[in-house]
């Protein structure tokens, strides 16, 4: 074990055993790494004892509902503030205090009975007081703008309370207090792992393995992208051990596409073309193509993952597409600068690593040509 990581161990270890209620966050748009991560370090912290929220305030893939504790997961932060009703008995002690909630649940009412006397209502004060956590921890966040609402709604929460930072993006800003950030690591996933190593590798058990492993297959599209090394292989091997469910995994992941699913993805690949030049791949669909096919706009999530699959040395993945009176779609980049070198010429924002594009007065065509013609400036001036 190397000095930094002694250092980032006892770090986080201390951090982590002072805390009580600890807040788990993630990206607004999370990707199969985000929840599988989140779950995996939410089930470890539970077993050392730590209260535990684990907030994602966008849309999470249905296809990862076999994953322990998935249902825990919240759109939001219910209240970030403790609230404090005082009452002052330095005249008057508490004989007995009990609660209860009117018929409708909607009121709490609190009894408290005096030793003596009465208590008077001027005797009582109610403030809100100090942030209920006293850590957080995100995952697969580059920075803080990443978690969308979470962060707008609390920005205060996250300047006073400590951040733990875990995730692998060489984009990453360095927000936290402490930083785990391995930008060689194929995912999220594999960073945690190694987080978990140093805090307790007992920590790791069935349950944990498997949403790690979850993570890092759905990441690497089962051991098969560019960045995957021994080391991925060597921790795969490890949770397998611990008793991960592989074969579950891959079943839910990858193999539960719907007729109309796979339908529709036929089409679109049946319809791939690929410029070497610019190395870009792309396909359209028409609406012609969703009712043939019985099928929605739904059915399109990781399409993109799939042609960049299928052409191994494409850099930049286009999807287009027509939903009723619009012309809508997806970029994909393999290299980050790419994607947002090309968000900026855009004018427009990623969100969970892809850019999405909306035409309102443009035929399938004419959106094609634009985008196209666009991708091949940057490239050329690249």
């Known amino acids: 074990m190397t000095a930094m990581e002694l250092s980032l161990k006892q770090q986080s270890f201390e951090l982590i055993q002072k805390s009580e209620k600890i807040l788990l966050v993630t990206r607004q748009y999370p990707t199969a790494d985000s929840i599988g991560s989140i779950l995996a370090l939410g089930l470890v912290l539970e077993k050392m004892n730590k209260e535990i929220d684990m907030v994602c305030s966008g849309p999470i893939l249905p296809l990862l509902s076999f994953l322990p504790k998935f249902n825990l997961i919240q759109k939001d932060i219910k209240s970030a503030k403790n609230f404090i009703i005082s009452l002052d008995t330095s005249k008057t002690k508490i004989a007995q205090l009990s609660y209860d909630f009117d018929n409708d649940g909607n009121k709490l009412n609190i009894y408290i009975t005096p030793e ?28 803080l703008e990443t978690l969308g609402t979470i962060y707008d709604q609390n920005t205060e929460l996250f300047y006073e ?32 792992y190694s987080f978990v190593e140093l805090l307790d590798k007992n920590l790791i058990d069935a349950d944990v393995a498997t949403c790690l492993l979850a993570s890092i297959i759905a990441s690497t599209k089962s051991f098969q992208v560019s960045n995957v090394t021994p080391r991925v292989f060597t921790i795969a091997a490890e949770l397998t051990s611990f008793g991960a469910d592989r074969q579950k995994i891959v079943q839910n992941i990858f ?36 009712d043939k096919t019985n099928s929605s706009v739904e059915d399109l999530q990781g399409i993109e993952e799939e042609l960049a699959s299928s052409i191994s040395e494409a850099e930049t993945i286009l999807v287009l597409y027509e939903n009723k009176d619009q012309i809508q779609g997806m970029i994909k980049a393999t290299k980050e600068p790419i994607l947002k070198t090309l968000a900026n010429r ?14 309102k007065s443009k035929t399938l065509i004419e959106a094609e040509q634009e985008i196209l013609t666009k991708i091949k400036n940057l490239i050329n001036k690249e």
Request: include cysteine; charge should be positive; glycine fraction near 4%.
């Open 161 to 192: 309370r400590p951040i733990i930072n875990i995730d692998h993006r060489i984009s990453n800003e360095q927000y936290g207090e402490i930083n785990f950030v391995d930008t060689k690591a194929s995912s999220t996933a594999e960073v945690l």
């Open 346 to 359: 855009l004018n427009l924002m990623t969100k969970n690593n892809l850019i999405y594009l909306n035409f």
């Open 116 to 143: 003596s006397g009465t208590y008077d209502p001027k005797n009582i004060t109610a403030k809100t007081s100090g942030f209920k956590y006293d850590l957080i921890i995100s995952l697969d966040c580059p920075d």
């Open 255 to 290: 193999k539960n596409k719907s007729l109309s699913n796979l339908k529709l993805w036929g089409r679109a690949l049946a319809r791939v073309k690929y410029d070497r030049k610019i190395k870009t791949v792309w396909t359209l669909l028409t609406h012609e193509d969703f």
